[in-house]
C-alpha cells in the first residue's frame, strides 16, 4: 500500500537499516549456536572453531553487506535519507499549533513579509540545531559502549607491553629445554619467548604475532608433573593461535555489545578454548586425574588482584574459577573426543561459513524510495491495511474572518493538508511499531530459542552421564578437592559432584555436609535431595540443626524429596523452626509424603505467624486426604488472610468431606472474589443438593471467575 508521505523524522529513517544489521548478525549467531549444539558430543575444538566464525562472521556483516552488491527483497520501503532541495515557495504562515500555505502576496505585502521572513528564520534554524536528534543520541551511545570495550582491550595490550620491558625473560630454567621439546612435539611453528615474573601467580599467554608465556616465579621449584601439564596448555593456546581469536571475539563485542547472544558466544569461545587445550594436554599422554589435581592446585594458588585483571584482556590465564567445574568433568570423561581439527576440516568449515555469510550479507529486506516535491510516499508491504481510514478535518483554531476572506479552494486545500498530516503521523508510527517488532520479536525470539535449546542440551546431556558409571578415580580427585583451603575450589568441585549424578558421590557429599562454609553445605544438602540415596535420610535430619537457616530450608527439601516416610518426624520437627521460610517448606514436604500421624502438627501449624505458612499447611492438610484434616481446614476459613482461606476451600474441596459444606456456604459470601471461586468449585467437588441454592445466588455474583465456577458446580450437582 502506498501512502502519501511528506517529511519523516531521520530517526525513523535510520531504524529500520540500523535494526536490519542488528537482526543480520542475530540470526548468524542464533545459528551458530544451534550448530555448537548439534556438534555436542564433537571435540571442544570443532566448537570452538564454529563460535569463533560465528563472531567473525559477525564482525564482518555490516562491512559486507556496504561492499558486496544487494539483493533487495523489499518487504519494506522508506524514504531516501537524502536531505530534500529547499522549496521556493514562501514559507508557511504559522496560526497557533497549524501551519498553512501562506497565501500570494504583492506589492508592499510581499515586501513586509519577506523582511519579517529574514528576521525570523535564523532563529528558527538555530533552534533546530541546538537540538541533537534521537538518531544521534543512539549513535552516541553505541560509540561510549564500543570505546569503552575497545578500551578494556587496549589497556590490556598496553599493560602486557608495559610488564614485558620490567619482568626477565627466561634464558636459563630447570624446565626451559623441557618446553622446548615440548613444543616441537605439538608443532609450534612461532619461537615463544618466556618471561619470569614475580607478580604474576597464574600462567599466561599472550601475544598475536610474537608470542610469549609468563611463569610464576616459584615454577623453578614445581615437580616435573605440574610443569609439563601448565607448559603444554600454554603451548597449546599459541599453537592455536587463540590470542587472536580472543581479540576477535572482544572486537565483536564491542561492535554488538547491546546483543545479548554475542556476549553469550564469547562466554563460550573462552570455555571451548580451555577444553580445546586440555585436550591437547590429555592427547599428550597426561593422565585426566592427574591433570584435573594440577588443575585445582593451580587455581588454588591464584590470588585476584589488580594486575591480573588489567591483563585480561590481552591474555590468556590458565585456570578462570568460573570455568573451572565444566572443564574438570570433560577433563575426568573418558569418553570425550580429544582431536583437534585437520588443515582439510578448517577448510571446510570457513568455506561454509562463508557461504552462509555473504548471502546473509547481500539480502536486503528494505529499499529507499526517493523524495520528490510533488509525490512521496510511504509503502509497508503486507503490514497496513488496504486503504487508511480518514480523519474527519478539525477547523482550524483562529479568529473567524468575514466568508470573503477565506476563499473556496483555500478550505479544500486546508482539509487535505488536515488528511496529510493524519496519514503522515499513521505511517511514522507503523514504522517505528515495525523496528520495535522486529527488535523485540526477532531477537527475543531467537535468544529465548538458543538458550532454552542450550539448556535442554545441558538437561541431557546430565541425565545421560547419571545414567554411565563414573571412572573411581574421578570421584576420588574430586573428592580431594573438597579439603581445599580455598571455598571456590570446594565448591567447584562438589558442584562437579552433584552433576555426575553417580551413587558414589554419596560419601564425599556427606563429607561437605559438615563443611565450614554455609555455602558448601547448602550445596551438599542439595546434592543429597538429587542424589535421593535413603542412606543421607540421618545426615539431613542433623542438618535440620544447622546455625543457617538456608542450609536447613535445603535440608527440609532434600528430605521431602527422598519420598520416605522416616522423614517425615524429621520434617514435623521443621515446623518448629525459628525461620518461616524453612517451616513452610516443611509443610509443603509433609503434605507431599502425606503421612496422617503428623496431621495434628500440620493442623497446629494453621496458627503460625506468617501467613505463608498457613497457606502451605491449609494445602497440605487437603493433600492428607484424611477425614480428620476436615475440621481445621474449616476453622481455616474464616482466617484474615485471603490465600488462607482460599487453600482451605481448595484442601476441603480435596477431602470431599459433608461435614463441610454449610461451613463452604456460608464462605461463599466471603469478600475476596478468589476465595468464593474456590469455594463454588469445592462445593461441587463434594456435590451436596444443600449447596444448590447458595450456588444459584453466585450465579449472580459481580465477578465473571465466581459465576462461571458457579455454573461449574451446578453442572456437577446435576450428575
Request: proline share 6%.
Amino acid at each position: 500500500m502506498n501512502l502519501p508521505f511528506s517529511e519523516i523524522p531521520a530517526i525513523t529513517t535510520l531504524a529500520l537499516p540500523a535494526s536490519d544489521v542488528i537482526v543480520r548478525a542475530t540470526v548468524l549467531l542464533g545459528c551458530t549456536g544451534l550448530t555448537a549444539m548439534l556438534l555436542h558430543r564433537a571435540a571442544a575444538a570443532t566448537r570452538h572453531a564454529v563460535w569463533t566464525l560465528g563472531m567473525v562472521g559477525a564482525l564482518v556483516l555490516p562491512v559486507l553487506s556496504i561492499a558486496l552488491p544487494r539483493w533487495e527483497l523489499p518487504v519494506v520501503t522508506i524514504p531516501s535519507p537524502q536531505i530534500a532541495p529547499a522549496r521556493t515557495s514562501p514559507a508557511p504562515l504559522l496560526t497557533g499549533a497549524r501551519a498553512y500555505p501562506a497565501p500570494i502576496a504583492t506589492g508592499r505585502e510581499a515586501d513586509a513579509r519577506n523582511s519579517t521572513a529574514e528576521t525570523t528564520a535564523p532563529q528558527f534554524r538555530q533552534s533546530n540545531s541546538d537540538r541533537m536528534s534521537p538518531a544521534g543520541v543512539v549513535l552516541i551511545v553505541w560509540l561510549a559502549g564500543t570505546i569503552a570495550i575497545l578500551g578494556r582491550l587496549l589497556l590490556g595490550i598496553v599493560a602486557v607491553q608495559w610488564m614485558t620491558r620490567r619482568i626477565e625473560r627466561v634464558t636459563e630454567a630447570p624446565w626451559l629445554a623441557m618446553a622446548g621439546a615440548l613444543a616441537q612435539g605439538l608443532g609450534v611453528c612461532s619461537k615463544v619467548t618466556f618471561f619470569r615474573s614475580q607478580t604474576a601467580t597464574m600462567p599466561m599467554a599472550w601475544g598475536l604475532w610474537r608470542p610469549g608465556v609468563v611463569m610464576p616465579s616459584d615454577a623453578d621449584t614445581w615437580p616435573t608433573a605440574r610443569l609439563r601439564i601448565v607448559l603444554l596448555h600454554e603451548l597449546a593456546h599459541v599453537k592455536r593461535r587463540d590470542c587472536l581469536t580472543h581479540a576477535l571475539a572482544q572486537i565483536a563485542c564491542a561492535v554488538h555489545w547491546f546483543n545479548p547472544l554475542a556476549w553469550i558466544a564469547a562466554r563460550r569461545i573462552r570455555a571451548e578454548r580451555e577444553r580445546a587445550c586440555d585436550d591437547l594436554v590429555l592427547a599428550a599422554g597426561t593422565r585426566g586425574s592427574d591433570y584435573a589435581d594440577q588443575l585445582l592446585d593451580v587455581a588454588r594458588s591464584m590470588r585476584g588482584g589488580r594486575f591480573p585483571s588489567m591483563l585480561a584482556g590481552a591474555t590468556l590465564a590458565m585456570a578462570h574459577r568460573t570455568q573451572l567445574e565444566g572443564r574438570l568433568l570433560a577433563i575426568l570423561d573418558p569418553e570425550r573426543p580429544r582431536s583437534g581439527l585437520s588443515r582439510g576440516r578448517r577448510t571446510a568449515a570457513v568455506t561454509v561459513a562463508a557461504c552462509a555469510v555473504m548471502p546473509l550479507a547481500t539480502l536486503q529486506p528494505w529499499a529507499y524510495v526517493e523524495r520528490g516535491d510533488e509525490a512521496q510516499t510511504f509503502h509497508l508491504s503486507h503490514v497496513l491495511v488496504s486503504q487508511a481510514p480518514e480523519p474527519a478535518p478539525t477547523p482550524p483554531s483562529r479568529p473567524q474572518t468575514a466568508p470573503s476572506a477565506v476563499p473556496a479552494d483555500r478550505k479544500a486545500r486546508e482539509t487535505d493538508l488536515d488528511r496529510e498530516l493524519a496519514v503522515e503521523h499513521q505511517a511514522h508510527e507503523t514504522a517505528t511499531a515495525i523496528v520495535e517488532g522486529v527488535l523485540e520479536g526477532v531477537v527475543g525470539g531467537v535468544i529465548d530459542g538458543v538458550l532454552g535449546a542450550i539448556q535442554d542440551v545441558g538437561d541431557q546431556r546430565s541425565t545421560a552421564a547419571g545414567k554411565r558409571t563414573v571412572d573411581p578415580r574421578t570421584i576420588a580427585a574430586l573428592a580431594t578437592a573438597l579439603k581445599d583451603i580455598d571455598v571456590e575450589v570446594r565448591e567447584a568441585a562438589l558442584g562437579a559432584l552433584i552433576h555426575l549424578r553417580d551413587p558414589q558421590v554419596y560419601e564425599p557429599l556427606i563429607v561437605a555436609l559438615g563443611d565450614a562454609s554455609e555455602d558448601i553445605r547448602e550445596l551438599a544438602a542439595m546434592g543429597l535431595g538429587e542424589l535421593g540415596d535413603l542412606r543421607s535420610l540421618e545426615a539431613l535430619a542433623r542438618a535440620l540443626d544447622d546455625q543457617s537457616a538456608s542450609v536447613r530450608e535445603q535440608a527440609i527439601l532434600a528430605l521431602g524429596r527422598l519420598g520416605d516416610t522416616r522423614s517425615a518426624a524429621p520434617l514435623a520437627r521443621g515446623l518448629k523452626d525459628e525461620s518461616a521460610s524453612v517451616r513452610e517448606q516443611a509443610a509443603f514436604a509433609l503434605g507431599q509424603l502425606r503421612d496422617p500421624a503428623h496431621l495434628d502438627a500440620l493442623a497446629a501449624a494453621l496458627q503460625d505467624s506468617s501467613p505463608d505458612v498457613r497457606e502451605m499447611a491449609a494445602f497440605a492438610l487437603g493433600q492428607m486426604r484424611d477425614a480428620r484434616a476436615a475440621v481445621p481446614l474449616i476453622s481455616a476459613l474464616k482466617d484474615s488472610n485471603a490465600d488462607v482461606r482460599h487453600h482451605a476451600a481448595f484442601g476441603l474441596g480435596q477431602l470431599r468431606n459433608r461435614s463441610a459444606v454449610e461451613a463452604l456456604v456460608i464462605a461463599m459470601k466471603d469478600s475476596d472474589a478468589d476465595v468464593r471461586a474456590q469455594v463454588a468449585f469445592a462445593l461441587g467437588q463434594i456435590g451436596d443438593p444443600r449447596a444448590i441454592d447458595a450456588l444459584t445466588g453466585a450465579l449472580k455474583d459481580a465477578n465473571a471467575e465466581v459465576r462461571q465456577m458457579a455454573a461449574f458446580a451446578l453442572g456437577q450437582l446435576a450428575r
